[in-house]
């Protein structure tokens, strides 16, 4: 952290800073140049507040370390995170892997039926949720207890892994009983209390990124969960909110190779959510692959017009299946490949 | 909610969208024009999905219900609602109420200290966090059940009331113990597990709004809260993200008179959050109470240089003293006043 | 400006970014810290670009001073700065100038009739536009020639100083010839080869400010007229573009109070823009004036229903009355006062 | 347009509202429902204001024609246009057309090796800048004419074509004699005298997103080009303002199969201005590709280091050879293939 003062700050004002900083418990360097000083600040900085320093007086500006994230920086580990999931899939390797399914856990047929659908496609990992965080009290809100069961059906039927949402700590058993990755959505990308609970269990997460996070912000919700002692943390680009309303969100794409050049941790790209849009979901999941995505999370159901939540941006079988194709060949372009089906038992 | 159909929509396509209408329990009215149709839904319309119909060919655009909340909207309450809260204050009618304090209780005498000089300055209710949601796991996370004893120590020896923040639903039971009026965070307007149990509480509920939350999102927050019995809520405008970070956040102060347009519940402002910066505070302030807000939340430590969090967006309790003498003298010119600290006991 | 070093950066190449600095005529100064180090860079800074500087291998970041406005800044004027129109009324004192009128110019007998209104009412400039951006091509798009002769004729008979919008260097000379003040749309705010040709009159100019501007950008702007000789500028805040669909723009207010503090020259405010909605513009206009604004610019017609542009955000003259007496009482308030009509000949 | 009336509108003031579409030209249509009303307007909208309308009392709604476009809208034109270049380039069709140089032309020496450079690895048509729009008056503002000179000259010993920028209508003439293609750069988009101006021309236009502009906005100023009588735009997809500094922009991949579903024009992507970070460069382009780009607009330079603007986000000469291999393996897995530098002379 540096420390910028103002030209010709007044000795005792520069006096002043340097003595809050040690109060913090930083270890401050005075640096002085012709016209301007600035302060930089070494030693235990955990508690040196920035907004504090600069609401001081004769304080111009504060140069925060670029990356208040350690655990996800990518200088804490020499090489890219490769997660083991279960049935000898890997994610942040060379394997992408696909995650496809429902928005929500509906019935048994639908559910059923739209898995067959995704794993004979090339899916490896069924998406569908349980607990639904809606926006009015008044929508859907997912069948609960009751879908996880179904869930748990379908996994051991179709071999598929699940990934499904925890929404809140009360429930985050029965749901980690269930999911080989636990799902916390976008809107619990900053509910501490919940990303605490997660990082005290061993399972893959995967993280979500806020409607108006930053990429430093998310990979601090990512550090709330590594610090707790799970490393198993996957992110996932779903879209920020944006000014135009011709899209559900702006699909930041952006956002995957620079998480790969910041962290170890692997991204996922979810163009549903990212385009909120059937139509514009298979272009957006090709560039997402193009772009370097560790893996794709797609809405996708075996009857699109009948979906009780998100039916517009689910794809129809037919278009999952032909949209596998181009994925299987950008990622072999790019010395890539689909974790296969065939490892599920 | 009304379904504009393409021009020249097909006779079975629309027929189409007649049963899906129906099957989700709403009445269709078909509606036609020269070149284009629509459809009219009637009926029970709480399980149709818009997006579900959007998604359905020959549908261009689906004109959903302005207000999709209905215990928040105007319309279901003749009059703005006039919440009592302790010591014979309200809010949501003339008095206008000022809850003011340090960001987070760090000790005993920080708190008692703040306490007084805004009390002595007007204030009649005591804001401060004893659990803190923080960005960075590293950050001061807040004194937890130390602060809320903290909190009501000052509370039998000042008279104040008290806001504090409940981060979840382990905590809230604590917290509610403590608390006057028991604030839900920004980041906390869409965890609607804690919301729900806000809800069934019968308490003032300060929510605040979402970095990148609509008014009508807003609105459906409170919804949850409306609906599981709670009628208490109090709406505050802290800031939304914005592009330019010349300021923490965009304080959209267009809020106030919106939300008085569109509810019945009060709504205050937060010019501390809303701005991030200590100078711009007392312009922001005396602007919210001009644009009609019922009350203010402002962070104010007896010594800011040495706050814990925020430092630099807490004014002087001088800074403070000189405000709300603009206060008011605006609030009166408004017709309104300063709900009165001589009320409390 | 400072360069910022990542740790342990290879003394080499800390020495190509000495060497890039001298090249474009920089005087760099090295800072030593324990474990990172920093270059100042003093003497010419013109050439010195940032972020060619921030592509260097060994770079961090940038922190570039803090104001790259220089004649806009504060620190190069004393005092603010206090323009004089005519009619002997000033802005950026102590008195607040209203503008008020139409959107557009439609006819004589509409522009007559609404100057006469907001006359009475006790406004001093009559805002109205011959020239109009509009976003469809399809769309009015103002009288042109016809439109100015008829605001000088309203000037002539009523006495009101005229604001009047210039969309390109062709018809600047007209628009010039009869506009008291200037206007520079939203639109234009980045137009530079406009904002040289204003900069190079002698004539009030009111450069609003962008959809997606900054402050530093807004300042920047006004740079760009300052530095070809003219200034008299006046900043105008009028709403940036937002996520929330329920207002036409985000009306970010706290421009007012950070543009004082940046900068001497004077900032209105327009409400009607700022919120696109009559219902919001009494309460946002009473909020501009408590927040400190210089003045208002706020659209008023004597039959909004029947506006060939933006209606719906235009006042009823008796609306505008009302708020009148607010913004009189506000003003006085705070040690100010409407600049009065009669000073108009 | 559909004007969507309050439940229980008094006839009185549907009346009104009849009237005013009939006074504005439209021929209004009334259909029923049960609880609420709806007019819908035929006849001749282009003078029917819907903010207007909005403003009447008993007016809940307006539901404007979802494409206010015409000659760029997909209805208007059956199959996606394919713009003829010079040179027997085309692009909107199976040719894939890359655009790449150096953000501004600086010296005769940097423009001719850079030229080389791109054209050695692939590229038809040469970018760079002699006018260049900068944030501040105090920038490189580009060699001007003198530029131009240069841009002719590099042309004919290479055979590269060359698309520049033209900032304002004076200075387009000179422009219009150099470029194949005239740039309109963000700053402009909404510069409609400029847009009526290369709307006159019979030259190909490429015009750039505004930095704050929806889709929409984007096509209606295609519009304005395209009602002037010329035919040849090429939209760009360069990225938008987002809240989040870690990239320039936040570039907007959807834009381009959006842009495909709406409009029959085809669009290229610009990952330079789009990421604003050389290291993120090739993964964008690639993800343009696969997204579905007609083409792409790449800054390269021979010496990055020292460009006298945007060098932090140019690519080296082999970074850019390296990514055109993987641009011409996607493309071609789509069934496209790149513009090749043989057509040109």
């Not at 504060?62 to 020499?78: G, H």
């Not at 005290?200 to 709330?224: D, F, Q």
């Amino acid at each position: 952290m540096l420390v910028i003062l103002h030209p010709g700050t007044d000795p005792e004002l520069s006096a002043r800073v340097l003595t809050a900083i040690e109060q913090m418990g930083g270890r401050p360097v005075p640096m002085t140049g012709y016209n301007r000083s600035a302060i930089l600040v070494e030693g235990d900085r955990s508690r040196v507040d920035p907004r504090r320093l600069r609401a001081l007086p004769g304080v111009e500006d504060i140069i925060s370390d670029a990356k208040p994230f350690r655990r996800a920086a990518r200088e804490s580990v020499s090489e890219p995170t490769v997660l083991k999931l279960p049935g000898g899939l890997t994610i942040g390797g060379e394997e992408i892997v696909i995650m496809a399914g429902p928005c929500a856990v509906e019935s048994a047929g639908q559910l059923l039926e739209t898995a067959r659908a995704v794993r004979a496609a090339g899916a490896t990992v069924l998406r569908a949720g349980a607990f639904k965080p809606r926006t009015s009290p008044y929508s859907f809100q997912g069948l609960g207890v009751e879908g996880l069961k179904l869930l748990a059906q379908v996994r051991s039927e179709t071999g598929l892994l699940i990934v499904t949402e925890a929404m809140d700590v009360e429930t985050l058993e029965p749901v980690a009983e269930v999911a080989d990755i636990i799902q916390i959505g976008s809107r619990n990308m900053v509910n501490y209390s919940l990303l605490k609970a997660v990082g005290r269990l061993n399972k893959p997460v995967l993280l979500k990124r806020g409607m108006a996070a930053t990429i430093t912000e998310l990979l601090l919700s990512a550090e709330y969960i590594l610090s707790e002692g799970n490393p198993n943390v996957i992110l996932c680009e779903r879209g920020v909110r944006g000014f135009d309303s011709s899209t559900r969100n702006v699909f930041d794409l952006s956002a995957i190779p620079l998480v790969h050049q910041l962290s170890h941790l692997p991204i996922i790209a979810d163009p549903s959510h990212g385009t909120g849009d059937r139509h514009l979901v298979p272009a957006m999941a090709r560039a997402a692959i193009a772009a370097g995505a560790d893996g794709l999370l797609i809405e996708v159901h075996h009857q699109p017009d009948l979906a009780l939540s998100d039916g517009g941006q689910s794809l129809f079988p037919e278009q999952f299946s032909t949209l596998m194709r181009d994925v299987h060949a950008i990622a072999s372009l790019l010395g890539r490949r689909v974790a296969a089906a065939e490892l599920v038992p």
